[in-house]
């Protein structure tokens, strides 16, 4: 028997963003009620004409300020699960910031709902975390050697960086230990208190997620920072060490799906699972976009690279444990990239 069954409730927080509004989507395809959280009554409205096909299965609820004290208390009531998708607005892309100012929202936003999550009536029964794979990674060096990563690995090293180096810290470093420290403090909380509580704690790690945004972003500035990142990366020019580097990607279906199926599995109780496709190279992103459609090289758009470039990806994040516990297949690269490059053709964003 699934431990939250369809027709239940599921709150979202961070209802609203990238993430959280897929995850509200596929809760809703699936059968579920969903109370999405979101930072303004504005959001709410838009969130709400885009899902009234559902009707009264979706509602919102306004968190102005999510490491308020309590703020969460009321609107976990009554809700069967919870996914924690919530996380601060804006990616840091260079040193010079307040690493705090990243760090102190993901953890107290995470602990404030946790602590609200354990006042809940004994009708919750689950709470999903949505973590990422930056608090599993070490960052790599250069030169670029091969690393492979499970669930038993976390981010320490970003969190002693930004300790050392404060401000002097990248942005990317500042974002890695933030969401390390938030996941670390939610499973700290869970494990100090789960004799007590009613329901149990699943944390998923997604990679790079891409995919068409449900918010409709009427300019590519408007993108979400997953895709805006990835976007900047690939549509200009890298020099070849960067393009001998790799990353970890996922389709955003498949993350707001390992989202939904982590509420009916009741093995995956307690567990941490990486959600990923697979690694590539940023070389090889290339290569695999040109035999989409070889417009993209042929108009200039579509740095070239280098296609000599040894392919040999220098990060491996390992899915195995998110494959055998939740049943997911995932989408390839090239579904992935194709389903990005058809929402930029569309848009306009990539005129020839």
Excluded at 49 to 69: C, L, R, T
Excluded at 177 to 196: D, G, I, M, R, V
């Amino acid at each position: 028997m699934p431990i939250v069954q369809a027709g239940s409730t599921v709150l979202v927080t961070g209802a609203n963003g990238f993430v959280g509004m897929w995850v509200a989507r596929t809760l809703l395809e699936d059968g579920y009620a969903v109370r999405g959280v979101v930072r303004s009554e504005e959001k709410g409205k838009h969130m709400t004409a885009h899902f009234a096909s559902y009707g009264a299965k979706f509602d919102f609820v306004v968190v102005p300020d999510m490491i308020k004290e309590g703020a969460y208390d009321e609107v976990v009531k009554g809700v069967d699960a919870i996914v924690h998708a919530a996380s601060p607005a804006h990616f840091p892309t260079a040193a010079g910031g307040d690493p705090d100012d990243y760090i102190v929202p993901a953890m107290q936003g995470t602990l404030e709902i946790l602590q609200s999550a354990a006042k809940a009536g004994p009708e919750l029964k689950r709470f999903v975390l949505t973590s990422s794979v930056s608090a599993v990674l070490t960052p790599p060096t250069k030169p670029w050697k091969q690393r492979t990563f499970d669930e038993s690995d976390w981010g320490d090293e970003c969190v002693r960086i930004v300790g050392n180096l404060g401000r002097k810290a990248s942005g990317t470093e500042a974002y890695n230990a933030s969401k390390t420290l938030a996941e670390q403090a939610a499973t700290e909380f869970y494990n100090s208190h789960k004799n007590e509580l009613s329901w149990d704690f699943v944390a998923l790690c997604p990679a790079l997620a891409l995919g068409r945004p449900l918010q409709e972003p009427e300019a590519i500035a408007n993108l979400n920072t997953s895709m805006l990142i990835w976007y900047r990366l690939v549509f200009s020019n890298q020099p070849d060490d960067f393009l001998q580097g790799s990353y970890s990607v996922v389709h955003i279906a498949d993350v707001a799906k390992a989202h939904s199926l982590a509420l009916i599995k009741e093995n995956v109780g307690g567990q941490r699972m990486i959600i990923s496709s697979g690694q590539i190279t940023w070389q090889h992103t290339r290569d695999i976009i040109n035999s989409i459609d070889p417009k993209y090289y042929a108009s200039g758009k579509l740095p070239r690279g280098n296609p000599e470039l040894d392919r040999t990806v220098t990060s491996i994040f390992k899915n195995e444990k998110s494959k055998e516990l939740l049943g997911i297949t995932y989408k390839e690269a090239e579904e992935i990239f194709a389903d990005v490059l058809g929402l930029f053709d569309a848009r306009g964003w990539l005129s020839y």
